[in-house]
């Protein structure tokens, strides 16, 4: 069985940061491209930023291009988001995904097998 657990969420004003965690528990993660994904009220869900499996390739939405950074850590099963510069649009529940199935980066939500619970990010203006 896969977990992830999501933490580091909370309330911060715009240009704040935060760094979110995401621990993951099973044998997959070594192998997995992780994701982050954010969904706001009443929006869909949306990628956000992915690393590879070696954690030499990153991918990051537009949005939030040079304000966030993504890193991991395959000694203690644990992806990370540093978020610099937050906007009161970065509000929303942000999600930890994981990606055993292919090596490459996608952003797609319906490819990744595995997600965390969520962690609340509100940035107040």
């Known amino acids: 069985q896969v977990q992830l657990v999501e933490s580091g969420g909370g309330l911060v004003q715009a240009g704040g940061s935060l760094r979110l965690s995401c621990a993951a528990s099973?044998?997959?993660?070594?192998?997995?491209?992780m994701g982050w994904f954010r969904q706001a009220p009443g929006k869909e869900r949306e990628f956000v930023s992915a690393?590879?499996?070696?954690?030499?390739?990153?991918s990051y939405a537009d949005s939030v291009k040079g304000r966030f950074t993504i890193s991991r850590d395959n000694a203690k099963n644990t992806v990370y988001l540093q978020m610099n510069s937050l906007k009161p649009e970065d509000t929303a529940v942000y999600y930890c995904?994981?990606?055993?199935?292919?090596?490459?980066?996608?952003?797609?939500?319906?490819?990744?097998?595995?997600w965390g619970q969520g962690t609340q990010v509100t940035v107040s203006s």
């Open positions: 690393i590879s499996r070696s954690g030499g390739s990153t």
């Open positions: 099973g044998s997959i993660f070594s192998r997995s491209t």
């Open positions: 995904a994981a990606d055993p199935q292919w090596g490459l980066i996608r952003v797609g939500v319906a490819s990744y097998d595995y």
